[in-house]
């Protein structure tokens, strides 16, 4: 009897990779409409990372995680460009655009070359030069072409500018300025084709202060997009992103379209480190070290007292990235590490949050997506500790982008909401 069901399940497994396998069959082409919308279907890759982990679960006899791996698979899931000339860019865009097109769905793809990213950290790279990027980002938006796509600007290229990386790292300014320059470039470059959706990433809740990325936004032509990302690769809860994305493009409304006195003063926006210490009255240098989301009520009341009701349709929109965030942030136990214990580097026990889908029930927020691949190493993680071991898994990190077994299979059992198959 245990063998026949250990049967059964193995062929239900094999039944779901080729049921999201068979969505490579060619649908008709749909027609030219607004790329995200409730109905809108994101494109899932039939031969993943997911669906052959799972594949490999099944022939070593491990049902258990065999079975989430199809169900993770059956996902929709980003695919990520880091690399290459921009003939190879052309052509591999090309080939996913027109997967896409043939099933009837929507790609989503990641933009992640630009020169310096990461402050020469775990995913450091980049082209090697601002008019090189430029070449490549164009050769992006041509492997596009007319087809749908949905594409996430550099993550990370705004909330680690070069200005970020250390005082030795952008001593003029001029490598700052051209990194604002090459984004707003990828925006415009990338928008001009028509069915594209743009998103500009803007980092997370818990990374810099609403009135700061407000302002990078305006500083690298977010007003050319479809508006920004949240939470790409972190773990911070859905709703605190809503929350601070809403603060983002409202603050962006006050310092462009708002009241004269705070035109120009994206830096007077109260933000998620505000409190009731800091007096209500508009002026700058009011926040203080708070990142209690009970504090955040004197957040929303500065909003309401001084941009007060913006139109809907004059507020950017966003998207939030919730493929590992089910069970929100990792806090490291207290007194554990001395350094930067890196919370958002491989975070343990966390888990694979809600599912890709254009239906938020938020007005502003288009679309949650899976940016991150729910599997993939963040880097070789130290914790701070000068060494090489990860001391919260006892080995040395996969580099980043790597695929990690281990890793996923954790994040599936720990989804929440729990994994089902995408019907």
């Avoid at 997911?50 to 929709?76: C, E, F, I, T, V």
């Avoid at 691949?373 to 880097?379: L, R, W, Y």
Wanted: charged fraction near 20%; hydrophobic fraction near 35%; aromatic fraction near 8%.
């Amino acid at each position: 009897m245990r063998r026949a069901g250990a049967a059964i399940a193995a062929l239900g497994v094999c039944a779901a990779l080729t049921s999201t396998q068979a969505q490579a069959q060619v649908k008709p082409a749909p027609a030219p409409q607004n790329v995200i919308t409730p109905s809108t279907t994101f494109y899932v890759d039939p031969h993943s990372k997911a669906a052959k982990q799972a594949l490999a679960d099944l022939r070593n006899g491990d049902l258990a995680d065999a079975a989430n791996m199809a169900k993770l698979a059956s996902w929709p899931q980003a695919k990520w460009f880091t690399e290459g000339t921009p003939a190879r860019v052309r052509a591999e865009v090309d080939v996913l655009a027109r997967k896409a097109r043939a099933t009837g769905t929507t790609p989503v793809m990641v933009a992640y070359n630009v020169p310096g990213r990461d402050c020469t950290q775990y995913s450091s790279g980049g082209a090697a030069s601002s008019a090189a990027y430029r070449q490549w980002i164009d050769a992006f938006a041509a492997g596009i072409g007319d087809s749908k796509a949905v594409v996430i600007v550099e993550p990370d290229g705004l909330a680690l500018l070069p200005s970020d990386c250390g005082p030795t790292t952008d001593p003029t300014g001029e490598l700052t300025a051209t990194r604002l320059a090459d984004l707003a470039y990828a925006v415009k470059a990338l928008k001009a084709k028509p069915r594209t959706a743009v998103y500009l990433d803007a980092g997370n809740v818990q990374w810099r202060h609403v009135g700061d990325m407000a302002q990078r936004l305006l500083d690298s032509g977010v007003e050319h997009s479809d508006g920004f990302a949240l939470n790409v690769s972190n773990t911070h809860p859905t709703d605190h992103n809503a929350r601070y994305g809403a603060w983002i493009a409202t603050c962006m409304w006050f310092a462009t379209k708002g009241p004269d006195w705070g035109r120009g003063h994206a830096d007077w926006c109260a933000d998620q480190y505000y409190s009731s210490a800091a007096p209500n009255d508009g002026t700058p240098g009011n926040s203080v070290s708070s990142t209690d989301p009970a504090t955040w009520r004197w957040t929303d009341a500065w909003f309401d007292q001084n941009a007060g009701n913006p139109p809907a349709g004059e507020l950017k929109h966003f998207v939030i990235d919730t493929s590992r965030n089910g069970l929100g942030a990792w806090t490291p136990p207290p007194g554990k590490y001395s350094g930067d214990a890196e919370p958002w580097c491989n975070a343990p026990g966390r888990g694979i949050g809600p599912r890709p889908t254009p239906v938020t029930g938020t007005p502003l927020v288009d679309a949650y997506l899976w940016v991150k691949i729910p599997g993939e190493s963040d880097g070789s993680c130290t914790r701070g500790t000068g060494g090489t071991i990860d001391p919260e898994y006892g080995i040395v990190d996969p580099p980043a982008g790597t695929w990690w077994p281990d890793y996923v299979h954790g994040l599936a059992r720990n989804a929440s909401p729990r994994l089902t198959f995408n019907r």
